[in-house]
């Protein structure tokens, strides 16, 4: 997904606040290293076609991991999980749809929360200490609006997950990240078919997403 | 609002709604034992006593030649992308030609003839990256797809685009080089979407296996692929 916006970066760069505050919740990266992941956002772009391969590559390999290792990034994994897990819950709470799409609704959610355990396990087992939750704020307002948030979640997560997968150390910490990333992209497909978008918004190779992208995405979702 | 793809009542997630906490255990979906390179010699000897060497040839070239000297580095990435690359080809053949033969109509119309391009954009793709590595394609082989009509055509497509899900996921931690491990990681994506754009089309769980997508080894994806594979 093109979520990126150099501009966006930009500021992102300069606002010593946002940053800092963000690189606490992950796990504590320095604001040296963030320089680092505003730089592989600069030099990655999303290409279609039959460069896209490449080009995924190109970026999973260039993106800059975050600070702590699988920890740094199981913990990134957990703060995207955590909002994602607030997002369905409000969304359940709000009570627009019924049937089937409640049904689907509800399971993500379920399955969100899943992943939120598994994450705190993964960091915990490795000796991390699990980032606390965020409080987040979604705007929801109808069944419509909230299905297409909810797709440009879900696309931005499997965006995420597989923009780390290259910097993660543990293989089996990649195969449970890869266990996870997959069912994002169910998501994202699935309410694709809901809201009437493309179930694969790049075409046949997903585009990774590296961490200030998806800082910059997630920004207004953190209470 | 509903799916624009389903008509019947089904509850989308029957059989899936209970999230058990035991799922949610990491100790799950980790690869017990797996170390880098593992994967393809244990897989294709396995699989090869079960489905015979010709079966499991065309999956891996040299796997089972090299053996002594274990599947590692570069080889053991090609060897991988080889297993991927026959899997490519098989959706191909399958969205390509078998849909013809079939004569599907609307929304399944529609996915095979854009999942057949994709999964052909895999093959193209499959095929540079081995070459980059200094490798060589394996060579398309054969296929039979015993299906007949739109709905065992579908459910065949569910069984593949899962199938395939888990395969990648299965390979690619013991991948080496990580330029590879992102495009696998960009396709299984892909694979991933097609699967529940499938399921959701026959009434079946977008997530099957819930919160997380479980690897496969090669064993368990060649009892499913293998019997496709003609020669």
């Not at chain 1, 009570?95 to 598994?118: C, M, P, R, W, Y």
């Not at chain 1, 705190?120 to 909230?146: C, D, H, R, W």
């Not at chain 2, 017990?32 to 393809?40: A, I, K, Q, V, W």
Request: with cysteine; net charge negative.
């Amino acid at each position: 997904m093109s979520v990126e916006s150099p501009g966006i970066v930009e500021r992102l760069v300069r606002d010593d606040t946002d940053r800092k505050r963000f690189l606490k919740m992950v796990g504590g990266a320095g604001a040296a290293s963030f320089g680092a992941f505003v730089l592989a956002a600069c030099g990655s772009s999303s290409k279609s076609g039959s460069t896209a391969a490449t080009s995924a590559a190109a970026t999973a390999t260039s993106a800059a991991a975050p600070a702590g290792g699988d920890v740094g990034i199981l913990n990134y994994a957990l703060t995207l999980e955590y909002l994602e897990t607030e997002f369905y819950s409000k969304v359940l709470a709000a009570n627009l749809f019924k049937g089937k799409v409640l049904s689907v609704i509800k399971d993500f959610g379920a399955q969100e929360q899943a992943h939120v355990t598994a994450l705190k396990g993964a960091v915990s087992k490795l000796g991390g200490t699990p980032v606390t939750k965020p409080a987040g704020k979604f705007p929801i307002e109808n069944a419509t609006q909230v299905a297409e948030l909810a797709y440009t979640v879900e696309n931005l997560g499997a965006a995420a997950y597989l923009g780390q997968a290259a910097n993660i150390q543990s293989p089996e910490v990649l195969a449970s990240a890869l266990a996870i990333h997959s069912v994002e992209a169910r998501h994202a497909a699935t309410l694709g078919t809901l809201v009437k978008k493309p179930i694969l918004p790049n075409g046949a190779f997903a585009v990774p997403a590296d961490m200030s992208t998806v800082l910059t995405a997630v920004k207004p979702f953190l209470g | 609002m509903s799916f624009n793809n389903t008509t019947a009542d089904p509850e989308l997630s029957e059989g899936h709604a209970e999230l058990t906490a035991a799922q949610a255990q990491m100790g799950a979906i980790e690869v017990h034992g797996m170390t880098r390179g593992s994967f393809l010699v244990r897989g294709t000897l396995a699989a090869g006593a079960v489905y015979g060497a010709s079966a499991v040839a065309p999956f891996v070239s040299q796997a089972l030649g090299s053996s002594s000297t274990t599947a590692s580095g570069s080889t053991g990435d090609v060897e991988i992308l080889n297993f991927a690359l026959t899997l490519e080809y098989l959706e191909t053949a399958f969205y390509k030609e078998k849909a013809k033969q079939v004569g599907l109509s609307g929304q399944a119309k529609a996915y095979a003839a854009q999942f057949a391009e994709e999964e052909a954009q895999h093959v193209a793709a499959l095929m540079g990256a081995i070459k980059e590595m200094g490798g060589t394609p394996v060579a398309k082989p054969e296929f039979v797809f015993p299906v007949s009509n739109e709905k065992t055509f579908l459910a065949l497509a569910s069984v593949l685009e899962n199938t395939g899900v888990g395969a990648y996921n299965g390979a690619a931690p013991s991948l080496h080089s990580k330029a590879v491990l992102g495009v696998a990681g960009s396709i299984v994506q892909v694979e991933a979407r097609h699967a529940a754009a499938i399921n959701l089309l026959i009434e079946k769980s977008p997530t099957p296996d819930g919160a997380f997508d479980p690897p496969q080894t090669m064993q368990q994806v060649l009892a499913k692929a293998g019997p496709l594979i003609k020669s």
